[in-house]
């Protein structure tokens, strides 16, 4: 992982390569492509696993924002507020969903 934020295509993308790589490696009998495979694989999924992560929390932030947002919009008879809480807190609930961990 470099030090940009954790991507979920980067992490996949990563992942895939080093499972080639130490497959090409293993047929070959060379122990340091298979290694390095293992290695580029295992860090491919920590970095899925922490953009997953992230995306998870972002939601669950979404979920808590919108829901004050509408329940405040409710209360005060603020429909757009409402609606725009409503709008986020269902966002938020999307991105959960997405990011659920398997």
């Given at each position: 992982?470099?030090?940009?934020?954790?991507?979920?295509?980067?992490?996949?993308?990563?992942?895939?390569?080093?499972?080639?790589?130490?497959?090409?490696?293993?047929?070959?009998?060379?122990?340091?492509?298979?290694?390095?495979?293992?290695?580029?694989?295992?860090?491919?999924?920590?970095e899925y696993k922490a953009a997953q992560a992230k995306g998870y929390a972002e939601g669950v932030?979404?979920?808590?924002?919108?829901?004050?947002?509408?329940?405040?919009?409710?209360?005060?008879?603020?429909?757009?507020?409402?609606?725009?809480?409503?709008?986020?807190?269902?966002?938020?609930?999307?991105?959960?969903?997405?990011?659920?961990?398997?």
């Open positions: 992982m470099s030090s940009q934020e954790p991507s979920k295509v980067s992490g996949q993308f990563h992942s895939v390569k080093g499972t080639a790589v130490e497959t090409i490696g293993d047929m070959t009998g060379s122990q340091s492509w298979s290694q390095a495979g293992k290695e580029e694989h295992v860090r491919g999924e920590g932030s979404d979920r808590v924002t919108g829901y004050k947002d509408s329940v405040v919009g409710a209360v005060t008879g603020d429909k757009t507020q409402q609606a725009t809480g409503n709008a986020k807190n269902e966002k938020g609930q999307t991105q959960q969903e997405i990011n659920k961990p398997a």
